[in-house]
């Protein structure tokens, strides 16, 4: 039975299979990067506004147990990606670019006056119970079931009687008030085309009005804006004037000048408008410092790859190709790590019940893993490349079984800390497609 929990954010984790990644199964860190090289702006907009309101009290993340203590974020990757990226913007270093990573840094300042430590969250016991609740979210109206999206009137409506008005409504307003607009004309209206219209300086000073302060102010009388306005506005409805001769600045402020002198309402007062004091030079922006290199990690496995591995011994394996400084103990993690490859072939033969049996060769046991993880899309195709390519026979590429067995057979096979890492780099995907819930 799905219950709300608060969570600290610490103990969340992305969703490696959200359908917003190109590719499963990349690592959290990588998928966190994915996130921002692909919503670029939109995440930094969301980052902001977390900054200004906090989270979204009527949304609440949906989220699975992972293990004892952390969870997996199955709907509110987004939220949870903006979260992190304001804890530690370097995260971002490469996924964003320059000019949004300025301003991140600028908003996670700000955020770390009053960091989120934790979230409420719904909690559901697997992806199948979440399964219709982000159908909801993600796949249209459903006729009526999902998420039906407010229209133009509904969004007008609500700003209206929040009192934030947009100034082309308050010049509908402005019309119907003086009876020169019916309700139901001004359904008839384009709206867009309208605020299109209205947003144009020029355009405005021909039909007597300004904005101030978000507010439409009246430049000439009543009676002269009034007849401006509904001649704008019945051209629109009546389709003389078209969409696409308003489209670009250029051709409003051509739709201006051709307005008919009858209709042009002379100002009587002046406009509110502040005239630009000339600026002087301004100063040039210092650069941006160049990013830090990174630095190679000390162990095989990254510490932002997160397994959830099952079995006691893998378990322990595991952890020691955590500690182990790959500098120090070349000889011990190149074994290890072959070792935990079969162990994690086998496991995953036995717990699937796949034809191949764990008395085959580990090149035979890889392909037919590799193979039907393909075929339950746990991994891509491109991510299963590297693992045929380590079970190809007499093949000396990374990652590559035969290479590996040097290293526990030949007395001249002496393994490389940085082609270890490029080892696991290039498998990764496989092991968090097999020891993920």
Not at 80 to 91: G, K, R
Not at 207 to 222: E, I, M, P, W
Request: glycine share 4%; with cysteine.
């Amino acid at each position: 039975m799905a219950h709300t929990l608060e969570i600290s954010v610490s103990d969340l984790l992305i969703d490696v299979e959200n359908p917003r990644l190109p590719q499963p199964n990349v690592g959290q860190r990588e998928a966190q990067r994915e996130f921002a090289r692909h919503q670029q702006r939109k995440l930094l907009v969301l980052a902001e506004d977390i900054v200004r309101h906090g989270l979204n009290l009527a949304d609440l993340p949906i989220v699975m147990p992972f293990d004892a203590r952390r969870f997996v974020v199955l709907e509110g990757n987004r939220r949870f990606v903006a979260l992190q990226a304001l804890e530690n913007p370097d995260l971002m270093v490469g996924a964003f670019t320059s000019t949004l990573l300025t301003a991140l840094r600028k908003l996670s300042a700000e955020y770390q006056q009053n960091p989120i430590e934790a979230i409420n969250c719904l909690v559901v016991k697997d992806r199948e119970e979440a399964r219709h609740m982000i159908e909801l979210r993600h796949t249209g109206e459903r006729e009526g079931a999902g998420i039906v999206r407010w229209g133009a009137d509904e969004s007008t409506r609500f700003k209206a009687r929040a009192g934030d008005l947009e100034v082309h409504t308050q010049a509908l307003d402005f019309l119907e008030d003086h009876n020169v607009l019916t309700p139901e004309r001004r359904r008839e209206v384009p709206t867009a085309s309208l605020k299109r219209l209205l947003s144009t300086p020029e355009v405005r000073e021909k039909l007597g009005v300004d904005v101030q302060d978000k507010k439409l102010v009246r430049l000439a009388s009543d009676a002269q804006v009034a007849k401006a306005l509904i001649y704008v506005v019945d051209r629109l409805v009546s389709g003389k004037t078209k969409t696409k001769e308003i489209y670009h600045k250029a051709d409003r402020v051509k739709y201006a000048n051709a307005l008919p002198a009858d209709i042009v309402a002379t100002p009587t007062v002046k406009s509110g408008r502040a005239t630009s004091a000339k600026k002087g030079a301004q100063p040039k922006p210092k650069p941006a410092p160049p990013p830090k290199p990174l630095r190679q990690r000390e162990q095989l496995i990254p510490g932002d790859c997160t397994l959830n591995v099952t079995e006691l011994r893998h378990r322990q394996i595991e952890s020691e190709l955590r500690r182990l400084n790959l500098n120090d103990y070349t000889n011990a993690v190149s074994v290890l790590f072959r070792v935990f490859i079969e162990l994690t072939a086998d496991d995953y033969i036995t717990r699937m019940k796949l034809t191949t049996t764990v008395d085959k060769s580990l090149m035979k046991k890889l392909v037919a893993v590799a193979t039907d993880l393909e075929s339950r899309q746990k991994l891509t195709k491109q991510q299963a490349i590297p693992v045929h390519r380590a079970a190809a026979k007499d093949s000396f590429l990374a990652p590559s079984i035969t290479q590996m067995n040097q290293y526990v057979h030949n007395p001249l096979g002496f393994p490389a800390p940085i082609d270890l890492r490029a080892y696991w780099d290039s498998l990764q995907p496989f092991f968090i497609a097999i020891w993920t819930p």
